[in-house]
């Protein structure tokens, strides 16, 4: 479960590579810090291998097998030591072969990740950010050599352990001079965006397929990654992968947020997955980067908590010389991994809520926290799924339902279960009918929200329905959308003083409608009052699982089972994030007293126990809940509720 990725992105211009390489210290660093797999490098984005090599380019500066080095220090402490491969990244073979390039369908261009180069850049001027060309991943030649690479590898070293390749995914369609000629031989229009998006996903499967083919030729159960490929809109490349890594860098992107959907989504495959962090203060390759090594913890057991396996991401020096200061950062947050991953391992989501995905980002990211702010535990399902298990169902904005979602969905509200859609998920079988959307750009919500009983924004505008059901919240319509022609003041149009005369919140039996894209909204706006009204309508309307006390909002819950052993496991995180300069941190993590959490569940409940101490939890059973008061802890604490086997 403890995992890190040694990058080595190592130019050309650099001397005496692997010159420090010390093979005990190596070794004994890595296993001090409770790491249980490395992931090494055969060959970098810098287009080099460091390995003695008849396919590609030993780097230049480097004297020796530096992969079989480390693959042996690692293994002679019981180590596992997987392979990385780059594939979309490469600058070597970009500059040899520039027909392996991958280039854009719309502007047919080379495709470029970071700063893109000009005509008019001096080759001295700075660039502060990544700078790679991408290759072709459909391109029949350019597959051809990394398959051969592939093949050497194998034959060189023992890769039971996995082969990770690297950048496999770009965009979603390519217009290469090879990947026109396979549309054309397939009988695609070449100028076709659909058929162009058609194409690639056949030749990027057939390439996985390919891939792993080989892997598995000599070593059968080696585990195969393609990163890239661990996107919850990717669906069809998900069954050629051999198990998940989730990469993840909130301080780079997104804050500390978006990895749980993600592990809940992904979860349902039945494969390992791996949260993916790194120990940086901002972003990958950043030499002399420190995360605070109590915000790694955070991150560590935040990963346990959606049960994921735990990857951190670190970048070798060019020397090879292992980093101190590194691994004590990481085997300070591993040891306390270590402590608790026997109650995390095995476990699945204890929750009667689902999240039905929309594949529109902004709706499911701003649904995940929303129902995170909330503290409630929740699936992700998709069309086909079996909804029996669950008391609720929540559309976010703008789900696609087939005939058959609409009739098991129509038939589960029928049924006592409680659905919640908002905007464009609303369907007719559940008495609400929609006319269309609204023909302004925003408008307002009244419904008493705490202390404010005028209008608020919605940062958004109503879909229009009618229907018998009762009105809880009024629109409020703006004079006029606010256009070049028509605006008024700084910012947005005022409100009239009257309501529209269709409904901003209506609940029709067993059916909670928001007109609004609510969960859009609040993933771009963050606005309070919205968010205050959205959670006291579900909360209103759903009997809640999970309800907790003095537990501040950026506190997460997250409840899991693993039946086989008959317990339940709470997870409790807390720490507030900020931000300085132009990164998400985890500075402090302040002590949290008289919590209390209230579960709903019909199991007897044993014993409640603070792991790893082993303090007991006072709890009292009654009324279908039970209720946990917990002792003051800080940033992490996880109760193992054991209950009476049926």
């Known amino acids: 479960m403890r995992y ?93 072969h520039p027909e392996w390039r991958q280039i854009r369908f719309d502007t047919k261009t080379p495709l470029y990740y970071g700063s893109v180069p000009t005509d008019h850049d001096d080759p001295d001027d700075v660039i502060k950010d990544c700078s790679w060309t991408t290759l072709c991943p459909a391109n029949p030649d350019y597959i051809d050599h990394v398959e051969a690479l592939t093949r050497e590898v194998c034959e060189r070293y023992d890769v039971s352990d996995g082969i990770f390749y690297d950048i496999c995914f770009m965009k979603d369609a390519c217009a290469c001079d090879a990947c026109r000629a396979g549309m054309r031989a397939k009988g695609l ?15 990027h499967i057939a390439t996985m397929k390919r891939l792993t083919g080989v892997i598995h030729e000599y070593y059968p159960d080696a585990p195969v990654f393609y990163n890239g ?124 809520l689902a999240l039905w995905l929309s594949h529109r980002k902004n709706s499911d990211i701003g649904a995940s926290k929303l129902l995170q702010v909330m503290h409630l535990e929740y699936d992700v399902i998709e069309t086909g799924e079996a909804l029996s298990k669950y008391a609720c169902v929540i559309l976010p904005d703008l789900v696609t ?113 928001f007109a609004h894209p609510v969960f859009r909204a609040y993933n771009r706006s963050g606005n309070y009052v919205l968010e205050k009204y959205v959670e006291s309508a579900i909360r209103d309307f759903y009997d809640c699982m999970i309800k907790t006390t003095e537990l501040p909002s950026c506190g997460r819950v997250r409840l899991r089972e693993r039946e086989q052993d008959a317990f339940l496991a709470l997870h409790l995180l807390y720490a507030p994030p900020v931000n300085r300069g132009n990164v998400c941190l985890l500075p402090d993590f302040p002590k949290l007293h008289d919590v209390e959490v209230s579960i709903k569940t019909d199991k ?26 917990l002792p003051p802890f800080r940033m992490h604490a996880l109760v193992i509720l054991e209950y009476e086997a049926e």
């Open 229 to 352: 490929g661990a996107d919850m809109n990717r669906t069809e490349y998900h069954p050629h992968q051999g198990h998940f890594i989730l990469e993840d860098l909130p301080t780079a992107w997104g804050g500390y947020d978006l990895m749980p959907i993600r592990a809940k989504f992904f979860e349902k495959y039945g494969k390992d997955v791996f949260g993916m962090t790194a120990k940086f203060h901002h972003n990958w390759g950043e030499f002399g980067g420190f995360k605070n090594k109590e915000a790694l913890k955070y991150e560590c057991a935040d990963m346990l908590s959606v049960g994921a396996s735990i990857y951190v991401g670190d970048h070798l020096h060019p020397s090879a010389e292992i980093d101190e200061s590194t691994y004590a950062v990481i085997g300070y947050a591993f040891d306390y991994v270590k402590k608790i991953e026997q109650y995390c391992d095995r476990t699945k989501a204890c929750t009667d």
């Open 604 to 629: 007897k409940i044993r014993s409640a126990t603070l792991r790893p101490d082993g303090t007991a939890v006072p709890f009292s059973q009654r009324d279908g809940r039970v209720t946990l008061s």
């Open 189 to 203: 229009d070449p100028e076709s965006l659909s058929d162009a998006q058609k194409y690639y996903v056949e030749a």
């Open 4 to 96: 890190t990725s040694m990058d080595f992105h190592t130019s050309p211009l650099i001397p005496d590579i692997g010159a420090r390489f010390d093979p005990k210290k190596f070794a004994n660093t890595v296993k001090a810090a409770n790491i249980e797999s490395v992931l090494v490098f055969a060959k970098c984005h810098h287009g080099y291998t460091y390995y003695p090599t008849k396919v590609g380019t030993m780097h230049p500066n480097l004297k020796f097998d530096l992969l079989g080095a480390q693959q042996k220090a690692l293994r002679s402490v019981g180590v596992k030591a997987p392979v990385y491969i780059t594939v979309g990244w490469n600058k070597l073979d970009v500059d040899n």
């Open 401 to 513: 339902l087939t005939q058959e979602d609409r009739a098991a969905l129509a038939a589960f509200a029928k049924n006592g279960g409680k659905i919640i859609a908002s905007y464009d998920s609303i369907f007719d079988e559940l008495g609400i009918r929609k006319i269309g959307p609204s023909a302004f750009d925003q408008d307002y919500i009244k419904c008493k929200v705490e202390d404010f009983v005028t209008p608020f924004l919605a940062y958004s505008s109503a879909y229009k329905t009618e229907s018998d059901g009762e009105p809880l919240a009024e629109v409020y319509e703006p004079y006029f959308s606010r256009t070049f022609g028509h605006y008024s003041g700084h910012k947005n149009t005022p409100y009239h003083t009257q309501p529209a005369d269709y409904p901003a919140l209506v609940k029709k039996d067993n059916v909670l409608y």
